[in-house]
């Protein structure tokens, strides 16, 4: 996610300063490529924890609202990202702290994956 994280920073600077001439579109389809990569870690995270679950789950949606506002779809569908990534964000914040606390003994909740054996 890093990488597209700078790619998508490179794409905004690069039509900022006029380098690049790049639509609300394409930047729709750069974030639906990401939008299946996202499926995919989310299958594979149903079978982690009930934390990392809700994480994956909350990052798929806010990526297909995100795709819906930048592919022609309403503007409030921009706010609606937002508003369910900044719970995506408290949520990954939850399931670092457990993994860096169970470095030291303590173990937070995540429950067990909504596919675990």
Not at 61 to 87: E, Q, R, W, Y
Request: proline share 2%.
């Amino acid at each position: 996610y890093g990488a597209f994280w700078m790619a998508l920073a490179g794409i905004y600077l690069g039509m900022h300063f006029g380098i690049m001439n790049i639509t609300t579109a394409d930047v729709g389809w750069f974030l639906v490529a990401f939008t299946i990569v996202t499926f995919i870690y989310m299958m594979g995270s149903f079978r982690v924890s009930w934390a990392l679950s809700f994480v994956f789950l909350t990052l798929f949606l806010g990526f297909i609202f995100l795709d819906i506002s930048h592919l022609g779809g309403p503007a409030v569908f921009t706010k609606v990202a937002a508003v369910d990534l900044i719970l995506c964000g408290l949520a990954a914040l939850y399931v670092m702290a457990e993994i860096v606390l169970s470095q030291f003994g303590w173990k937070l909740p995540v429950g067990k994956g909504w596919l675990a054996e």
